[in-house]
């Protein structure tokens, strides 16, 4: 018999057909398993002397991965440089995580989980009554109290961690600074007392007054040109 070997394939065998003078293929091997060379078809079988596979996607929809189909129904999702894949979402390298600011997206440690920002890189803790917070291990460390002192004595000064610094005027003893004034007391955040009485000054034509300047009372011409 003629050789007609050269047509055998896995889904073929070579047989000499007489009417045609020449060797043909013919189907073999049905049902049977093969490789139709496409790396997105599955469960390759031999079909009418042809291999053929049922056709499947791997495109995940996400512009971060380069997606390749493994030829038995499973795929590979390949996260492109400068990405990361966290929980299901493309996130580009440098970003921070929405809700935790000292983790960010660090394609040179991981391409699927969240890394540490660097030691030091500003972060807020959320409360108004630390300053310089900074990132420390993956977490947002507060900094210093945030000074809320107004150095004003007639206010008692303190933090609200969301409204920040609050002065609450106060009803305390304090000094103006004006010698003119005396029995000082604090009202509605500032330093007030009463009208210095200098009426021991008073006379038939003199009133008494008190001089700043002079830190003292002083006589003054009153009841001009009268008896």
């Given at each position: 018999l003629r050789d007609c070997a050269a047509w055998d394939g896995a889904c073929t065998s070579g047989a000499c057909d007489e009417l045609l003078d020449s060797c043909v293929p013919t189907p073999a091997n049905e049902a049977q398993p093969c490789d139709d060379g496409d790396a997105c078809t599955?469960?390759?079988q031999c079909l009418a002397g042809a291999c053929v596979g049922a056709a499947y996607d791997c495109d995940d929809g996400r512009l971060c991965t380069t997606d390749i189909c493994s030829g038995d129904g499973t795929c590979d999702h390949q996260v492109l440089d400068g990405w990361c894949l966290i929980d299901?979402?493309?996130?580009?390298?440098?970003?921070?995580?929405?809700?935790?600011?000292?983790?960010r997206c660090d394609p040179t440690t991981a391409t699927t989980a969240w890394s540490d920002a660097p030691a030091g890189t500003s972060c807020t803790d959320d409360s108004e009554c630390t300053v310089n917070d900074a990132c420390s291990g993956g977490a947002c460390v507060p900094g210093p109290p945030r000074n809320c002192d107004d150095s004003n004595p007639c206010t008692d000064d303190s933090c609200d961690a969301s409204l920040g610094c609050q002065h609450a005027s106060n009803t305390a003893v304090c000094?103006?600074?004006?010698?003119?004034?005396?029995d000082d007391i604090c009202a509605d955040g500032a330093c007030s007392g009463a009208l210095r009485d200098c009426a021991e000054l008073d006379g038939a034509c003199a009133s008494g007054?008190?001089?700043e300047l002079l830190d003292s009372c002083v006589p003054t011409p009153a009841n001009e040109?009268?008896?």
């Open positions: 599955k469960t390759d299901g979402s493309c996130v580009g390298a440098g970003a921070s995580a929405s809700d935790q600011p000292c983790l000094d103006d600074g004006e010698y003119c004034t005396v007054v008190c001089d040109a009268q008896p």
